[in-house]
Nanobody, 127 residues
Framework: HVQLVESGGASVQPGGSLTLSCSVSGYPWSDTNSNAIAWFCQAQGREREGVACLYTTSGSTYYSGSVKGRFTISRDSAQNTVTLQMNSVKPEDTATYYC??????????????????WGQGTQVTVS
């Protein structure tokens, strides 16, 4: 059973940086399927949106257009965590950020319905 726990959310000024961490347990890191761990964000009154994705078998990463070049998703193998490094943050990045895991391959990385496992979320406020 996959469990995800996010941490690192905080209030930060525009232009600043923040690192979110997702502690991952029970995830099939050795699986050859196109499994993925992604970060989603949900601002108040808006739908949950894909921010960044890491396909854990291939190492491929994908980003939404609004964060490409500013955010980086990566895995710390020793800690079994997936981090989201957020640089040059903007007020519009304010949202609750969720870590999600998809096991089994297929689908489009930014489709929230694809992910079977979710963390509880961590709040990021940029102001």
């Amino acid at each position: 059973h996959v469990q995800l726990v996010e941490s690192g959310g905080a209030s930060v000024q525009p232009g600043g940086s923040l690192t979110l961490s997702c502690s991952v347990s029970g995830y099939p890191w050795s699986d050859t399927n196109s499994n993925a761990i992604a970060w989603f964000c949900q601002a108040q009154g808006r739908e949950r949106e894909g921010v960044a994705c890491l396909y854990t078998t291939s190492g491929s990463t994908y980003y939404s257009g609004s964060v490409k070049g500013r955010f980086t998703i990566s895995r710390d193998s020793a800690q079994n965590t997936v981090t989201l490094q957020m640089n040059s943050v903007k007020p519009e990045d304010t949202a609750t950020y969720y870590c999600a895991a998809h096991v089994g391959g297929g689908g489009t990385w930014h489709a929230a319905w694809l992910y079977q496992y979710w963390g509880q979320g961590t709040q990021v406020t940029v102001s």
